[in-house]
Nanobody, 120 residues
Framework: QVQLVESGGGLVQAGDSLRLSCAASGHTFNFLAMGWFRQAPGKGREFVASIDWTDNESYYADSVKGRFTISGDNAKNTVHLQMNNLKPTDTAVYYC?????????????WGQGTQVTVSS
């Protein structure tokens, strides 16, 4: 059974930084990509960033470009999200996700989420 476990959330002030990490286990195939999503109170889940190991490209939501950086190690099944210059609008539960076998965007596997709260 695939498990994704996030860590690194917390309460910070606007302008601070946080680094989220995610470790995957239990899968019998190599992930071609991994990503981060978030869900703010009263809103739907939205894409934040992803890393695609088939072309070594990273992708970001416009709202986080220039502030967030995704990195990861396919061999170690880990992915990180470095979040700089955090804003109160970044407050959300952040989820690590991985796609189904053979896909880079059909996310079937999700972590339990880690809370990020940014105070003004």
């Amino acid at each position: 059974q695939v498990q994704l476990v996030e860590s690194g959330g917390g309460l910070v002030q606007a302008g601070d930084s946080l680094r989220l990490s995610c470790a995957a286990s239990g899968h019998t195939f190599n992930f071609l990509a991994m990503g981060w999503f978030r869900q703010a109170p009263g809103k739907g889940r939205e894409f934040v960033a992803s890393i695609d190991w088939t072309d070594n490209e990273s992708y970001y939501a416009d709202s986080v470009k220039g502030r967030f950086t995704i990195s990861g190690d396919n061999a170690k099944n880990t992915v990180h999200l470095q979040m700089n210059n955090l804003k109160p609008t970044d407050t959300a539960v952040y989820y690590c996700a991985a796609p189904r076998a053979g896909s880079t965007y059909e996310y079937d596997y999700w972590g339990q989420g880690t809370q990020v709260t940014v105070s003004s």
